[in-house]
């Protein structure tokens, strides 16, 4: 996919080894059709784990350009932060959602949690109590009320 021009590149000089992937402007054209992928997943598993279960939490966020449509008077950056995992930038401007695994300096909004807290919040139930939020509250509850909505939304046949 980098060789296609689809992904960017940036390793880094860092024990254990690390390797950062950034989809290009080209990539960016596929994201209502990984919206609709990750629709048509939900219609399939939306459902608590199972035990066992592995879910990653990252892999909703990064189907956000491809899910959310933000109003166009929405702007700002907010940080979805996993415990124990990583954090997500997510900008909302302009009517569309860019999506970044970079930390930023100020965002907007700050909401984290642990894996359990965010299932809580993005599964089924939709209950987003667990989860703690600093900044901007309406930017925060877009982006997790905009992931729980794409959930409920059924994919187009």
């Known amino acids: 996919m980098v060789a296609d021009g689809l992904l960017t590149r940036q390793r880094y000089r860092e024990v254990p080894p690390r390797v950062d992937y950034e989809l290009t402007e080209r990539s960016r054209e596929l994201m209502p059709v990984v919206g609709a992928l990750a629709r048509w997943g939900y219609d399939w598993t939306w459902s608590a784990p199972r035990e066992g279960e592995d879910v990653r939490i990252g ?23 996993v415990e124990r ?67 409920a939304t059924p994919a187009a046949a």
């Open 59 to 81: 892999a909703i966020f990064r189907a956000g350009p491809g899910l959310l449509s933000p109003p166009a008077t929405l702007s700002g950056t907010a940080e979805l932060a």
């Open 85 to 151: 995992d990583r954090s997500y930038l997510l900008c909302a401007g302009n009517g569309r959602v860019t999506v970044s695994e970079q930390p930023a300096e100020r965002p907007d909004a700050v909401v984290s949690g642990d894996v359990a807290a965010w299932i809580c919040a993005l599964g089924p139930e939709g209950d987003p109590k667990k989860l703690t939020v600093t900044g901007d509250r309406a930017l925060a509850d877009f982006f997790v009320q905009g992931f729980v909505s794409a959930a």
